[in-house]
Nanobody, 130 residues
C-alpha cells in the first residue's frame, strides 16, 4: 500500500527558509508525478511544485519560482521541498501528493491539477510572520 509521510514545516519570519520532506514508499517512481500542494484558510488547494519521476522534470507555480526547489531522491524514497525567501502569503498547510501512473510524462502545475493526485499526506503547517 502506498504511504506518504511528511515532516518539516514550522514557523519562520519573512525571508526565512524551511525544508519539507515526504517519504513515499511502495511506488514505481518512473511513471509517477509527485508534488507539493498548499491550502490556506478560506482558499482552495493549489499546486506549489511537482516533479515527474521518469526524468526529474520539475514544475512550479509562478508565485514560488526562484524561491522553492523540489527534488526527489529515488534511492531514499524522499520528496523534498526547499523553501527560501519565505513570505507571509506562503503561510498554509502543505501537503505532499502522488499520482502513481501519470497519463503523460509531465506534471504541470495548473488549476485543478490536485484532482489528478490519488494519494495525499496528512499535511504540515508552514507559518511565515511579517
Amino acid at each position: 500500500q502506498v504511504q506518504l509521510a511528511e515532516s518539516g514545516g514550522g514557523s519562520v519570519q519573512t525571508g526565512g527558509s524551511l525544508r519539507l520532506s515526504c517519504a513515499i514508499t511502495r511506488v514505481t517512481y518512473s511513471s509517477a508525478c509527485m508534488g507539493w500542494f498548499r491550502q490556506a484558510p478560506g482558499k482552495e488547494r493549489e499546486g506549489v511544485a511537482t516533479i515527474f519521476g521518469g526524468d526529474g522534470s520539475t514544475y512550479y507555480a509562478d508565485s514560488v519560482k526562484g524561491r522553492f526547489t523540489i527534488s526527489h531522491a529515488n534511492n531514499k524514497q524522499i520528496l523534498n521541498l526547499e523553501m527560501n525567501s519565505l513570505k507571509p502569503e506562503d503561510t498554509a498547510m502543505y501537503y505532499c501528493a502522488l499520482d502513481p501512473s501519470a497519463p503523460r510524462p509531465e506534471c504541470p502545475v495548473v488549476a485543478g491539477s490536485a484532482d489528478d493526485y490519488a494519494y495525499w499526506g496528512q499535511g504540515t503547517q508552514v507559518t511565515v510572520s511579517a
